[in-house]
């Protein structure tokens, strides 16, 4: 009798042993994973700027196409309605300060 209780008694410390080292281990998971979320998070809200700043240039040189476009469109105007051409250099005059 007395050997299955010593028994029954290393098995509860076994028990005890793995039950406690799976707490331990979800600690250690509990804090990687907040880890990794605050790093992950921080990544984001960088990307996110990027992203944003990306938008502004990639509007900022759509208005700039148009506008050549705009530029191109009124010269080709010219050239065909009224027959105008660029100047020669020989008819191009340098004014210096």
Not at 80 to 92: D, H, K, L, R, V
């Amino acid at each position: 009798m007395a050997t299955f209780i010593g028994i029954a008694r290393g098995i509860g410390y076994a028990i005890i042993l793995v039950l406690l080292a799976g707490v331990i281990g979800c600690a250690f998971g509990v804090v990687y994973t907040r880890q990794e979320s605050r790093r992950l998070f921080s990544e984001y809200n960088e990307l996110t700027k990027e992203r944003d700043r990306l938008n502004y240039e990639f509007g900022r040189l759509e208005l700039e196409r148009a506008t050549k476009a705009e530029i191109n469109g009124i010269e080709k105007v010219a050239r065909e309605s009224f027959g105008m051409i660029s100047p020669s250099p020989a008819n191009t005059v340098v004014i210096k300060r």
